[in-house]
């Protein structure tokens, strides 16, 4: 053990001595480990990773199989093959020998929720779920209690809190159990906290609380108004998310069988009788793994970016091994006097061994602090709110494959020691110790591929940033940059009649703030992901597409110069103004794509669903920044009624966010339970329905410039230790009358040839990738000729940069000083 602890003191003393060797030894490992550890840490949060409960492997979302959504006749949430209505739930749940459990969650709003602890109003997501949804799940708690059976059947008025908004609002005091907690102005108990790590069933969206079901107007299930419709006396409501505990023993495809006929049954009742054909729905349970949304969205991207990111950690470890291998091969005269003076073949082996793993221990620990940062910088692109903390799994298997290609490298000097014995290693100089010409061309062979691997590299950064690009500089057909957008829910009850009244109240007190130029009200805010759409009736008829069905119309409600707040020019007739109140004549506004498909003679005075067209507005983007223009209808809020949420639109001439304070104590003053709900300025609206082409080039972005770092001190190292190498070399063919330009030509010469190599090998391989990109590019051809030239002059470059410089001092070597040395 003494001689294992000297062997160690020796590798230390001898990285120290040079600290250049070792730094960049240690970065370049460390940059591969990180961001390989980073990429795969989002992709088992996004994809793999299970509920932090009990037996989670058991937990299944339940959805519609092969019908589609809800039954015909039926009224669905937006999110139909995942939702049921209430009778199906309450008829499954009894089914102990599939479930050992049925759980509801149901989301009170869309978003968030308006709250109030104490004195401080907020909002909040939160959920009201069956009493079992603690329990069945296996939910750790950290204070307090979950919820019952016996709260679902009394609607009791009891809350559970999530740690981080224990956290947050309450700075983790005990006494905040037994507090009060406002749900839209509705007071509730707060009876528990759950663990830390549990956020609900879809961490993606994460909950701060959860309620028992209920049939209270106020806390009505999706934020829906009570008059479309209540949970408990709605049967055709198809609102209920369901997961089930599958019981032990009991397959999907099982499950699915044994409870077909009862929830067939439960599903169609309401209707009345239903041909099988007409909706041939049957149940599927998909496993509760990752984050619901983004796996969708984010599944083809994060694996692409994994594979684009294992080149980088190839050439880490390339570059480590060359280096290695270069430092080992300098010091095979040492280790043949070592060998001379009694030194075993074992311990040389052992003290390269060491040097390796040192130089891999520290790599992997600065690897993983890079990988924490990654991480959270990744979930900031990426607009993930669930918490993303770096994989451990992927931290060991990276440093697995780390070490055995340094270790594997650490036998190659080795090797060469013992075939060329220490008495000719001593009668040779570390100067002409020469490689034989097959190691010279595996490593002009390695070069090459870390230079064709910067090269793909390059082109899919090129790719996804045009990509971006052409996202960032999309014709909106508004002004958005200047643009702040939020929610409003009273917390109580605003019937239509009095809603009127009290939003133009409200918007009164608001435009006497400093800086604000007009406000407008919206039902669904532009670029959302949320779209009202369905048929119309045209001048007494139904309008009909192309190919003579029913056409689908996009339509929103409006207020007060709308479009004026926007920058949305219009094109004929007027906008809505004053003169359109409740008491007045129904109007509309349609868009220019609206007139020129259904009425291109002129579309001012027609009739649409009741509603005489008084104008006609540009084109503008509605559910998300790439859609193409669609035909849309906008009527009035003044008719359709502004109860409920309702968004604001506020033109400024400061920067949007900083009118928050003020609006926030405008809002107190009317109500202390109003706040703001999901502020942020229009453009950054937009900007969340691209977030995925976001990540993946800000990503590919950062990937191709480590590759042209790595690529560049690699390639730059190892020339400077071949041309140590050839030193003598070098000097004698300058004494037989080589000229500078000749050794300048020469060296560089054998650089640019590598290079081309390089490139022939990286273009194909490029090719491949920029196929698979080509689902996620934008208005861009998947072989774009810019991206591909920039690519390869990037690279050339970056080969004839790294080259240069070794050239240079190849030339300036002093002949005789060198045939001196020998």
Known sequence: MSILFQDLRYTLRQLAKSPGFALTAVLTLALGIGA???????LNALLLKMLPVRDAQQLYTMRVLRGGTQPPNTAGTGNGPTSFSLPVFQALRGQSRVFTDLIAHIPLSLGQVPIRYGNTPATAPGEEVSGNFFAGLGVPMAAGVGLTNADEQDHTAKAVISYGFWTKAYSRDPAAIGQTLYVRGVPLTIVGVTAPDFVGVDPGAPDDFWIPLQNRAELNAWGYAADEGMLYSFPKWW????????????SPEQASQA??????????????RLDFKQWPASLGFTPIRGLADYARSYREPVELMMALVGLVLLIACTNVALLILARSAARQREFAIRMATGASAMRILRQLVLDSLAIVLAGTCLGWLLAIAATRMLAHWARIEADLSPDHHVLWFTLAIGSLVTIAFSFTPFSQILHVGPDQALRSSSQMAGTSRSHRRMGNLVIALQIAMCFTLLVAAGLTVRTLLNYEH?????????????????????GRAQSWSYYNSLIARLRTLPGIESISPVVWRPGSGWLKSGGVNLDGTTALDKAGRHAEISSNFIGVDFFRTLGVPVLQGREFNSTDTPSSKQTAIVNQTFAARYLPNGALGHIVDNAEIVGVVRDSKYKFAAESDRPTVYHSVAKSGMEGQITLEVRTSLPPLSLLPGIRSVL??????LAPERPMTQAAQFEQSYTTPMLFARLAMAFGVLAVVLVATGLYGTLTYRLQRRRNEIGVRMALGAMRQDVLQMIFGESMRIAVVGLGIGLPLSLV???LLRSQLYQLNAFDATSFAASFTITLLLSMGAALLPAYRAARINPMATIRNE
């Open 36 to 42: 390989n550890t980073a990429v795969f840490s989002v």
């Open 239 to 250: 609102a209920v998310p369901l997961v089930a505990r599958l019981a032990p023993g009991v």
């Open 259 to 272: 409870v077909q006929g009862i929830f067939w049954h439960a599903a169609t009742a309401p209707q009345g």
């Open 474 to 494: 999309l014709d909106l057909g508004m002004q958005a940059d200047q643009l702040l957008v939020f929610d409003l829910e009273p917390q109580g009850l605003i």
């Open 668 to 673: 107190h003053e009317i109500d202390p339970n």
């Open 769 to 771: 990738v920029a196929h």
